[in-house]
């Protein structure tokens, strides 16, 4: 077990195989001070970090409680009462008092680690984790306040959430119940969060942590193209290789802050959480409200241990099946193809060019169902359009079948348009603030998704239409964000409760599609990749990583994915040439090794390429099959950035016996070299030889590793190579 209470030190230790987190009961009266976290050590005696001493004698001794509350470091800082800095949890009286403060009551050592009701969340067994449940409490409010922190065996990951539980017998209000808090003296920090826009999303900044509030949010209602319910501490000298790293990552896929803040005495206070703007959660009298969870990573070497730690958590742990460790299937979207302007006849086109080279799956994209033509109608009608497709799904899905290919289908469940046969009868069902005429993005309004009628109403005919064929995989769409944030069916001291209400609707809905439809492989996505989040990944093992599908900007959007998310779950497609989305015209072999990494597929007419490029759809094919499984499940290293050097991007994966590692080199601004570009690898065991599929060199691993590979002189922009190294 990984987790101790040392009742001499007054203290609770939780450790994984790389890191220590200490947690302190102050004797009087009760706080719970973060004591440590960071790399791992023995000793639980570490109470001069709660540092008490500058301001003078402890709490109870001085009377100076204020400056006590100001600066200690605290697990679930409360509010109102003397810690001026970000608080987890604020409340609201029925008298309007705005005032908590938690103290210890309780603790609890548990194998394994609970799941959180109608949350998604890591999983852990007795062998893979244990869990500590801290009860404190709020005595005044008489609220109780649970704090679960789940320490895995073999990750240097610490889960947190908090459950708030009204033990009291008048109602109060949250208007802050965030996930996480980490306090610690600032030791020269970057703070590295990923911000972006649609089609540019998860853009890596870094930046010196400075005095005050920095971070990234969403309020948006969905994780959102702008931000990352992501941060990253790392010293200022960390690099892929080197350095301590402390990250967070809310396992949501809603409104959010990820905040780290400097304070008066150089104090730095990290939290993650909802959003507190918005929000008011009322718990009546034995009411509890669960928050989401936080994974907290700490990583000794640098960048590339953080991201190994998330990616083996969200692969083991998150990912479900049966899909978990599972190859997915190549595909071809028929989106950047034919828009809206399809018939049975062109798809089946489409099928038989891909199923001749190899493809394995056709996904059919928007506007097969109502009478949808353009994007300004038919959302929430999920019946099929018979003109276009003749026959329905089944007909479509059996000719696709019999070409000895998978079918798949598009869906856009939690929206409607005001063209439709379910607006026309149902208006109340989508958001709205009564006497304002609602705002719709993309022609479309969102459904009211916290209401069961509602959900029941969309999901009856989804499943319906999936009933219909043989469907196995799904694309659930959702292509705007909140507004009119209102419902009808909540009382007016429950609205702020909406947001929330909105997203577990959603989590519900998804939940309940996998139970009747358990061997279908579903992907999230968002117009692209606005909720590309560990929330939507619990439940779908991919997620459509953006609109742009553009080779070029794909590298940067990607190495910002990859930093936290697996390659398995990033959808990526061989898209179109010139670019739809910024008119860049890059080689269609280039193409293709920029989408290889992650699940691979095409989104183009594939009627429509040239003998020469269906040539190469085969060898590509065969790339993903054999080496996606490397980097799917093995070891990722970023060995080059397109995004900082501006010239050339190089990632490598090594699968976890080290017997194979596959490089992906892509060349994007030619420019006229002297030298070739030197390439030190990772990963690699130092005295295995490896052979190099470019030039059969073989060398050990240690050679490749700290000699470098040379990378061949390539011309021309956006060139490429993928090379092997296998152990001879
Ligand atoms: C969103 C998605 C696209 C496509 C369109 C269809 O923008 O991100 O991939 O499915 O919707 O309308």
């Given at each position: ?154 990750l240097d990951a610490i889960c947190r959430s908090a ?220 019946f099929v359009n018979e003109k276009k497709l003749p ?214 007419d594939l009627t429509k390429l040239t003998e020469e ?116």
């Amino acid at each position: 077990m990984s987790i101790s209470f040392h009742q001499e030190e007054r203290a609770f230790r939780l450790d994984t195989p790389g890191s220590t987190y200490l947690i302190a009961l102050a004797d009087q009266p009760g706080f719970l001070g973060h004591m440590y976290y960071g790399r791992r050590i023995p000793d639980t005696a570490m109470r001069h970090l709660l540092r008490l001493d500058p301001a003078g004698p402890p709490f109870q001794d001085n009377g100076d409680q204020l400056n006590f509350l100001g600066d200690l470091p605290t697990e679930y800082p409360g509010c109102g009462l003397g810690d001026y800095r970000e608080s987890c949890l604020r409340v609201e009286t029925e008298e309007g008092f705005r005032a908590c403060n938690l103290t210890y009551r309780s603790h609890a050592i548990h194998a394994g680690k609970p799941a959180l009701p109608g949350l998604p969340a890591t999983r852990g067994g007795q062998e893979d984790c244990s869990t500590l449940e801290l009860i404190c409490a709020d005595e005044a409010l008489e609220l109780e306040v649970h704090l679960y922190y789940t320490a895995y065996e073999e990750l240097d990951a610490i889960c947190r959430s908090a459950r708030i539980v009204n033990r009291g017998s008048r109602p109060v209000k949250l208007t802050a119940a965030l996930s996480a808090c980490l306090d610690m003296d600032n030791r020269d920090f970057d703070l590295i969060t990923l911000h972006g826009s649609w089609a540019y999303e998860r853009m890596i900044q870094r930046r010196r942590l400075g005095w005050g509030t920095q971070g990234v949010c969403s309020q948006r209602g969905i994780s959102s193209h702008s931000g990352q319910p992501f941060l990253a501490l790392a010293e200022h000298d960390a690099n892929q290789e080197h350095g301590q790293v402390y990250a967070m990552n809310l396992v949501y896929s809603g409104n959010f802050l990820a905040q780290a803040e400097m304070t008066q005495q150089e104090y730095l206070r990290a939290v993650i959480g909802i959003h507190p703007e918005g929000f008011g959660w009322k718990l009546d009298p034995g009411g509890s409200f669960q928050t989401p969870e936080a994974v907290l990573v700490y990583s000794g070497h640098g960048l590339e241990g953080m991201t190994h730690t998330f990616h083996d958590l969200y692969r083991n742990h998150l990912i479900r099946e049966p899909w978990r460790n599972r190859p997915r299937p190549s595909l071809v979207n028929n989106w950047e193809a034919t828009y809206f302007d399809f018939d049975t006849e062109k798809l089946l086109d489409i099928a038989r060019t891909a199923a001749g080279r190899g493809i394995e799956m056709l996904v059919l994209d928007d506007g097969w169902f109502g009478c949808r033509d353009t994007d300004d109608n038919s959302l929430g009608d999920w019946f099929v359009n018979e003109k276009k497709l003749p026959g329905g799904l089944k007909y479509l899905a059996d000719q696709i079948n019999a070409l000895g290919m998978k079918f798949g289908l598009w869906v856009e469940p939690e929206m409607v348009s005001p063209n439709s046969d379910l607006y026309r009868a149902h208006p109340d069902y989508a958001l709205q603030i009564p006497g304002r005429k609602p705002m719709e993005a993309r022609h479309q309004l969102v459904l009211d998704i916290s209401r069961p009628e509602v959900r029941d109403c969309v999901y009856a005919q989804l499943k319906a239409a999936l009933s219909s064929a043989n469907i196995e995989y799904v694309k659930w769409d959702m292509n705007r964000s909140l507004t009119d944030v209102a419902s009808f069916c909540l009382e007016a001291d429950r609205q702020g409760e909406l947001f929330h209400r909105y997203v577990l609707g959603v989590y519900e809905l998804q939940e309940r599609l996998l139970a009747d439809f358990p061997g279908l492989l579903l992907e999230n996505c968002c117009s692209g990749g606005g909720r590309f989040d560990p929330g939507m990944l619990y439940y779908s093992p991919q997620i459509w990583t953006s609109d742009n599908t553009d080779a070029v900007d794909r590298l940067r959007i990607q190495e910002g994915t990859a930093l936290i998310y697996p390659l398995s779950s990033m959808g990526a497609h061989v898209a179109a040439c010139p670019s739809h989305t910024n008119g860049r015209v890059t080689p269609f072999a280039t193409r293709g090794l920029v989408s290889l990494p992650g699940c691979f597929g095409y989104e183009l007419d594939l009627t429509k390429l040239t003998e020469e490029e269906l040539d190469m759809i085969p060898g590509q094919l065969e790339n993903y099959r054999k080496y996606g499984p490397v980097f799917h499940g093995g070891d990722y290293y970023r060995l080059a950035s397109y995004g900082e050097n501006g010239e050339y991007d190089a990632l490598m994966s090594v699968s976890k016996d080290k017997r194979t590692a596959v490089l992906d080199y892509v060349h994007v601004m030619s420019r006229q070299r002297r030298r070739s570009v030197l390439l030190p690898l990772r990963g690699l065991d130092e005295e295995t030889l490896y052979r190099s599929s470019e030039t059969g060199e073989v060398r050990s691993g240690a050679g490749w590793m700290y000699g470098g590979m040379v990378m061949p002189c390539m011309t021309g922009d956006s060139t490429g190579k993928l090379i092997v190294l296998e152990a001879v």
